[in-house]
Structure formats: structure tokens, C-alpha cells
């Protein structure tokens, strides 16, 4: 049963990736919010600070995806159990990217110039990520037994 709830975040991720993480805008009634996705900040991030934007392509994607691929082959024993301390790592280099996001909301929101409203996708993103670290934490238990 972990082994495909593991590999179900092979879809659920993609989908949180592109899922409104928030809603930004100016704090005057005219202006409407514009959705904020995983995808769209890292788009925009792109274009202001490409080292930054290295850091959080990697917490936000490529650990994540590393780490349920990594415990996938594990599970299905394609890959020595010594590797799942690596992978438990990789997961929680990606909850780094969830602290940013609300570091973010929380500085946003105390300036008092902008309004930030949370989305869906974050919500999903999380679960996504605590449901990877559970896995693996379960798995590891698993193998220990």
C-alpha cells in the first residue's frame, strides 16, 4: 500500500506545483489578486535572481520528485535500504520551501501595502510533502521490522 500511495505523488506533486500557493495584489479595492503558483513564482523568480531561483527550483521540485523516485526504488527493491537516510533528507530539504512561502505570506501581510490570501495549492503542497515524509518514515520502520 506505501509503495503506490508513493508513487501517487508522482501525480498529486505536479498538480500542487501548478495549484494558486496565494492570491497577491495591491490593498486597494480596484485591483484585483493575481494566483501565485509554484510555477509562476519560480517563473518570475527567474527573471530577478537566477541563484535564488536555483535554490528553490531544487527545494520545490527536483527534491521532492528525487525523493519519492528514490524511495519508489527502495520499496520495489531496485536500491539498497542503506539510501533511505539520503531520501529522508530530500524531504526535508523540500519542507525549506514551505518555511519560505510563509515567511513570505507573514512579511507580506505585515507591511500592509499588499494583500496575500492563501490558496489551495499550498495546502496541497504541504500535505504533499508531509505525506512523502510519512511514507518514508513508515517505510523505514517497515524495513526495520
Known sequence: MLKYL???LLIVFPIAWFAPLMRAGINLPLF???EVSVISGLQALW???????LLVTFFAVFAPIMKVLGLALIQFGMMRRKMLPIFNILGKLAMADIFLIALYIVIVKGVGMAKIETGWGLYLFTACILTSIAISFATGKRQRA
Not at 47 to 53: G, K, P, Q, S
Open 32 to 34: 484585483g489578486l493575481r
Open 6 to 8: 508513493n508513487l501517487a
Open 47 to 53: 527573471d530577478t535572481d537566477v541563484i535564488l531561483a
